[in-house]
């Protein structure tokens, strides 16, 4: 199955009408991103139980973090099986959000309890938590500070030892405040993100908040929405390979997972 998904994937390249992508600009002065074409390279499996909320890559293993009260956790899991390899659940009453590695630890935000719980890599043992004000979406880090949003358009810079904020940016493009800034992904000095309820995944320049490129995966949404998989919600999981310089990508309660390279 894998072989004839990867054959639909290569014959039909994804690639997205440039309309926007010219040097004319709005009134706020800010060129329109490019578009950022892509092709998939594979296709893995993704359990469907799983309402992604955070995806990360590392160690040449990913982990993820689920949402819904319930039904979130945090685990290891096999690229090739899409099963856990090693998870935990969290209390029925907790909502889990983004996460990412950083300094051998594991940060997971909560969408509307204000913690972060801070994990041991390996073990998963809990072994902190911090408080904060609002809710959690994504996160990501910089190799110095853990990055996070919460629904609006700022992206928060937090020191990792006390998760107070350290920078405050405010994330913008030709149109305006790009808010719903969702699932984070820091690489090669750029951020980029998914945007909730879209099909889109922006890179922003962190030091301006300026976007300057964006994604269509329209096309990816479609294949994963006809998998006879009623469940299937909003794309939503962004994970980066930098050995191979390839994102992993996936959503709510997709059935698959897609490895794409951006072109």
Known sequence: MKRILFFFFIVFAFTACDNNNNEQTLNNGITPPVVLNYTVLNVYPHDITSFTE????????????????????????????????????????????????????????TYQTGKCFVYDFKTFKKINEFDYEGEGWGMTNDGKHLIMNNGNNNLYFRDPETFKIVNT???????????????????????????????????????????????????????????????????????????????????????????????
Do not use: C, M
């Not at 979130?72 to 899409?82: D, E, F, P, R």
């Not at 719903?180 to 922006?202: A, H, K, P, R, W």
């Open 169 to 263: 940016i405010g994330v913008i493009d030709n149109n305006g405040p790009l808010a719903q800034i969702n699932e984070l992904e820091y690489v090669d000095g750029f951020i980029y993100s998914n945007v909730y309820t879209t099909n889109y995944i922006v890179k922003i320049d962190p030091n301006s908040g300026h976007v300057i490129a964006k994604a269509d995966l329209s096309q990816i949404w479609n294949f994963a929405s006809q998998q006879k998989n009623e469940e299937a919600d909003v794309l939503n999981g962004i994970a980066y390979n930098s050995a191979q310089k390839t994102f992993f990508i996936t959503g709510k309660n997709w059935s698959k997972l897609f490895e794409v390279k951006f072109n």
């Open 54 to 109: 955070g995806l990360e890559w590392h160690d040449s293993t990913l982990y993820e973090s689920t949402g819904l009260d319930g039904k979130s956790k945090l685990a290891k899991v096999n690229l090739k099986t899409g099963k856990d390899i090693q998870r935990i659940d969290l209390a029925k009453d907790i909502f889990g959000e983004g996460i990412t590695v950083l300094n051998g630890k594991i940060y997971q935000l």
